[in-house]
């Protein structure tokens, strides 16, 4: 399992229903990992502000991320690498980094709801909600998450691979981001199965 980050273990109250929100991040990129965010929010403790990940500012990510950080009752953020979703294909893995997510929970959720149109494989109560993210602030705390998180990995890669321009396109291709491909070729961190990154293997470029 790589995991990426979990909350300190918290007592569970008896009164409080415990509803975990899940999200994922990095769906689109040519690079890097999937990563989701799993989050029981506090009811005694609210968060303003909470909203979909891509609708906030990167500074207003960072804010409400140590906020949920300190105010959840349970995060985790987990991922799945870029050879897993090779291996597997985006929505597998996705859902597959929102288990992961799920499982290191330090708490046991009473039900799961989950961004999108499909559910990861859980022994638990769940539901997929369609923008939910935008809708229920436990999946938007999530959204939160792992985009930051997924954020903080590609600056990282940025300092592996400075010609890339990971700390402006966060993998995601843009013209930058396949000029980069066609100059330089691929790094260990692109996802081959991509149509982008399979155009420059074909090509005959070779690897970073």
Do not use: W
């Amino acid at each position: 399992m790589t995991e990426y980050v979990t909350a300190t273990s918290v007592e569970r109250s008896t009164t409080i229903r415990l509803v975990c929100g899940v999200d994922e991040a990095g769906r689109g990129p040519l690079a890097g990992a999937v990563y989701a965010a799993a989050v029981i929010l506090d009811p005694a403790r609210p968060i303003d502000g909470l909203a979909d990940s891509k609708k906030l500012t990167a500074r207003r990510r960072d804010q409400l991320e140590a906020l949920i950080i300190e105010r959840a009752l349970a995060y985790a953020v987990c991922f799945a690498t870029a050879a897993e979703i090779d291996s597997i294909n985006i929505l597998q893995a996705s859902l597959l980094a929102m288990q992961r997510a799920v499982m290191g929970l330090c708490m046991r959720p009473d039900e799961v709801l989950v961004d999108g149109l499909h559910c990861p494989r859980i022994d638990m109560p769940s539901r997929a909600i369609v923008q939910g993210d935008g809708s229920e602030p436990c999946i938007s705390a999530a959204s939160i998450l792992a985009k930051t998180a997924r954020d903080r990995e590609l600056l990282r890669l940025h300092g592996l691979y400075p010609q890339y321009g990971f700390d402006r396109h966060k993998g995601y291709p843009t013209p930058e981001h396949l000029a980069a491909l066609e100059q330089y070729g691929i790094t260990p961190e692109h996802r081959l199965s991509y149509a982008p990154v399979k155009r420059v293997t074909q090509q005959g470029v070779l690897r970073f």
